[in-house]
């Protein structure tokens, strides 16, 4: 194997692109020979890919477990920092009662 092709499938490709390049050289003096004489000029044949570019179906199961492991490993960073998370809001809720407190003091002692 070469590049995940096997030899042999290079080479049918290989054939196939030719003939297919032979073909649109075919077609193209067709069009100018038909242009010069006034005919009109037929649609054009669609360009058609050589290579079959459709996903294995292992390659798609392989896809499938890593994202479903990535998934996983997500869901488990959320929980660490979910926690790091409860535990610094509890600590900033804290400071700030403490500071209300504080000031609640403060401008009751500037009415006396």
Known sequence: MLNGLHCEARVR???ERARLKIERE???MNVLAGFARGE???KRVPCVPVKNRQKGRAQWFDRQEIIER???MRAEIDKQQKAERDVHW???LAER???DTVSLRQSFLRLF
């Open 97 to 99: 009662d403490a500071l």
């Open 70 to 72: 990535m998934k996983a």
């Open 26 to 28: 075919k077609e193209a």
């Open 90 to 92: 509890e600590r900033q």
């Open 40 to 42: 009109r000029v037929p």
């Open 13 to 15: 490709n290989n054939a």
